[in-house]
């Protein structure tokens, strides 16, 4: 998910975005972003605004498929607040790893990391609605795959939050899928105050669960958001980035 084609996204920041397709291009290969209907193109500078609450929207960009635009509007927009600080030669490497055929694996391990301050009530809803058709749509392709999910929901620090009911819950990785579920559907979406939230601290705490390890399993975290963290973190985001990619885990941020 590149910054230059945000979906219509209630008003992403540039340097959400771009914290965004750092991460996509340190950890994963391809992007998907968002659920529902687009309402973009899917090609950059498609977006058409913001949309009302509720509306659930939907684009694309694969900063993987199209690395030499992803790394030129870097270089252009070095200088924006945020950025998390991930040196050209690491994103470079990064890519080259998925430039290739990975093995098929047998097992799985995802999870979900949301923010869940108060403009994410509809992303949250939607997750609880639809969690079931996607788990099954992953065992109707791959019916011998063996699923675990794991669940990380994260607001903001007391310090720029105070209001908030909690900075960040986890549920480790489980096969029961209705109980994981009904956790889902338990969430809450609530406060939020300023803008930035602490998405370090919710990818930190999913780089800490109960990954496993051997060659079978194949790790994919899915990261789901509408605000940026506070600049004065961006170096734990360049690490939560980098951590994630030492672990095997392909992180994929999905622009809410």
Known sequence: MGAPNTTADHGSSGAFNSAASQSAASNSSAVPSGGGTSATSGAPGGGN?????????AGVWDDNRNYDFFDAYLATNAQLDGIPPIAR????????????????????????????????????TYL??????????????????????GLVAYRDRSDTDPGDEYVVRSWDFTTDLASYQRTIGALTANNGGDYPEAPDIGLATANGLSWRTDAAVARLAFWVADAPQHDQYAGAMAKDFSDARAKGIHLYPVSA
């Open 49 to 57: 605004g913001c949309v009302p609450a509720g509306v659930l929207t």
């Open 89 to 124: 030669a690491d994103r470079a490497q990064a890519h080259s790893l998925f430039a290739v055929n990975q093995p098929a694996r047998s097992r799985l391990d995802i999870a979900i990391v949301i923010d869940t301050t108060g403009s994410m009530q509809d992303e949250a």
């Open 128 to 149: 609880s609605a639809e969690f079931q058709n996607i788990s099954a749509a992953i065992a109707a392709k791959f019916p011998n795959a063996d699923q675990h999910w």
